[in-house]
């Protein structure tokens, strides 16, 4: 089955989640690991489940392996871990997006390289996002972009994944900026807002690190 979206859901927090998440219908899903587990006990039954599975017990185990899903099994010594493996294959599905779920919390080291894998999008022309219950993440190639006012995630924050981002503007927002450069270890772009329904960003060179983001009493 082909579908527009992708949405992969790995072994975080289940409290890190999109409150209404599990509710999404007209979507492809993907189970990492736990993630498997997680949408099974959800009543959805995903298209494929990826992972070495040391997150569940033997008993969960054989109750996800009693459904009719495909598993690609890996061992727990290999040289990528569980996500990257799906998220490899769910690129080369050829969606118009891929969404990335539960790969936050926990662990920092695995936290940091999921933001990191976002790159994948950049270099495969894949709209790829990762998203939890107060953040989502996107990389993005110079260009203009348009935004929109979205309540579940008031805050925007712009941060250079390249050593240095160059010609950054933005306009519609609390604080404009106009062809800026931006670089490692600056805090200049954290925690800006849109003043209008929509605004726009633009930059000339390097990669930047898109964060819309929520405090947590905030949260739809």
Known sequence: MK?????????????????KLLEEKDVRWIGVDRGVYTLLQNDILPD?????????????????ESHNLPFTVYPSEKDHTDLEIALDWAINENP???????????????????????????KSNVSLALEDRLNRL???????????????????SFLAFTPEVKGLTLNGFRYPLRNQTISWGSSLCIS??????????????GILLVVRSSDAEQQL
Do not use: C
């Open 48 to 64: 494929h489940g990826f992972g070495d599975f040391d997150s569940v017990t033997s008993s969960e185990r054989a109750w996800m």
């Open 96 to 122: 118009e997006a891929i969404t990335m779920f539960g790969v936050t919390g926990g662990r920092l080291d695995h936290s940091w390289m999921n933001v990191q894998m976002l790159i994948k999008g950049v």
């Open 3 to 19: 579908s527009k979206e992708i949405y992969i859901v790995a072994g975080g927090p289940l409290e890190d989640l999109p409150r």
């Open 138 to 156: 996107e990389m993005k190639e110079p260009g203009s972009f348009v935004v929109k006012e979205d309540a579940r995630f008031p805050y925007m």
């Open 192 to 205: 800006n807002e849109l003043v209008e329904e929509k605004g726009s960003y633009s930059f000339t060179e």
